[in-house]
C-alpha cells in the first residue's frame, strides 16, 4: 500500500475505536509513559493535544508537571510549520481551539528554541517496526524533529493497533528512537 492508502486504512480504524476502549488506552499508555522515562525537574517535554481519536497524553502532562517538567506544546505557524511554545503551569490554562480545531498554546505560552527540548512525544496515524512514523500528510513533524539538538529523544506514541510491520517512507522521514503504547515502550536496538 501506498502512504495515502495506509492513512485511510488507519484513519477509519481510529474512527470505529470505540472512546470508552480510547480513554482505557490512553491511560494505561500514560501509565506506561511515567514509568518508562522518568521526570526531572527543569527538563522540557513536548507532547501534542489529541485531534481525531489520538491518544490523549494529558493525564501524563499533568504528572510530569506536578514533577517540576516543563511542558511545552506545538502551534500551528502555517502550511507544514509548527514551533514548540512553553505553557506555564498548568499547562490546561494556556491552550485553545485554533485553526483546525486543534487546541494550540495561547496566552502566556512563549516561543523556545527546539534545541531546548529534551524529549519529544510525537503523534502518529501509523508507525512501523523500523520505527519510522505516518503522519496526516503535511509534514509538520518531518520538518520539526530535524531542529532538535542531537540526542533529544523523539518517541512515537500511539495504540498498540497502529503499530504495523512495515510503511513506505522517503528520504526525508525521520526514525524515532522509541515506539510508546498501552502495551509498553519499546527502544530501537
Given at each position: ?26 491511560a494505561a ?151 510508546l503504547t ?8
Open positions: 500500500m501506498d502512504k495515502q492508502a495506509w492513512r485511510n486504512e488507519m484513519s477509519a480504524l481510529r474512527r470505529q475505536f470505540c472512546p470508552v476502549h480510547r480513554a482505557e488506552r490512553s499508555l500514560c501509565q506506561n509513559l511515567i514509568t518508562a522515562l522518568p521526570s526531572s525537574t527543569g527538563q522540557r517535554v513536548m507532547a501534542y493535544l489529541p485531534i481525531r481519536g489520538e491518544v490523549d497524553l494529558s493525564a501524563g502532562l499533568c504528572f510530569y508537571e506536578e514533577q517540576g517538567v516543563e511542558i511545552v506544546l506545538p502551534k500551528v505557524m502555517g502550511a507544514g510549520r509548527i514551533e514548540p511554545f512553553l505553557c506555564p503551569p498548568p499547562w490546561q490554562q494556556h491552550v485553545q481551539a485554533a485553526s483546525y480545531g486543534i487546541r494550540e498554546p495561547m496566552g502566556k505560552a512563549r516561543q523556545v528554541e527546539p534545541e531546548s527540548i529534551e524529549l519529544v512525544l510525537v503523534p502518529g496515524l501509523a508507525f512501523d517496526r523500523e520505527f519510522y512514523r505516518l503522519g496526516y500528510g503535511g509534514g509538520y513533524y518531518d520538518r520539526f524533529l530535524p531542529r532538535l539538538k542531537p540526542g533529544a529523544l523523539k518517541i512515537g506514541v500511539a495504540f498498540s493497533f497502529q503499530v504495523v510491520e512495515f510503511l513506505p517512507h522517503d528520504a526525508h522521514d525521520a526514525s524515532l528512537d522509541a515506539l498501552e502495551q509498553g515502550l519499546v527502544w530501537r536496538q
